[in-house]
């Protein structure tokens, strides 16, 4: 997400969300399943389009990992209610998110990685200059504060898990959120809101002093 969106927000465009699916839509196909008229999709995808959210070939709209949620950011900024945009998203908008944002900024992604013995998931990677950003992303909840420090403590243990399958590496437990609007540590362990998650990616190598790094012994 390296370009600034600059979208024009119709008062449609939240139900607009249901209709962008990865893969091709023609403007019928996007209109039948959001209930707009054709006038309004045509409109509200072509807004979509000039703002590089996905792209157009014969008549047909292509959307990809992440598109959604790029989307939906953009509206909860306008002060759209997160319930109503939260129902067209899934968890997999929000880590296609994430991994879009690390590959911008040259890290080596991998999504959904499953360590054994104990099994645990990590939802996302970034691996960049020997350092490993291990990610748990947090769909929609609002998360109280016992609850982002249980999240913590599963997450410092996944990089622990992590770092002991993979000799000689340093890796930094993250959690992203949608919901908060700033960035807090618990245990040094980040709490990043996705629509920060751009810019605590670019001052990451900087600040890495203040963040809990685990590496083999």
Known sequence: MSQKIKLKIYPKMVNGLSGV?????????????TKMSL??????????????????????????DGDKLKIAVKLLEKGHPIDEISVALDWRDFEGLTGEIL???????????ILTKPRMEID???????????????????????????AV??????????????????AVPVIVTLYEDKINFI???????????????D?????IDQMKTIETN
């Open 153 to 170: 403590k599963k997450q410092i243990e996944r990089t622990k898990h992590y770092v002991e399958k993979t000799p000689g590496s340093m």
């Open 203 to 207: 001052e990451f190598y900087g600040n």
């Open 124 to 150: 996302v990677i970034g691996i960049r200059l020997g350092i490993a950003i291990l990610i748990d992303c947090k769909h929609w909840k609002r998360y109280s504060s016992s609850a982002l420090q249980t």
């Open 39 to 64: 006038a309004d999709s045509k409109m509200i995808l072509e807004e979509f389009i000039k703002n590089d959210i996905g792209s157009k070939k014969d008549e047909n709209y292509y959307f990809e």
């Open 103 to 113: 590959s911008s900024k040259n890290f080596a992604v991998i999504k959904n990685m």
């Open 187 to 201: 245990e040094n362990v980040p709490i990043v809101p996705i629509f920060q998650f751009s810019s605590f990616i």
């Open 21 to 33: 699916i990865q893969g091709g839509v023609s403007a019928e196909d996007f209109s039948a399943v």
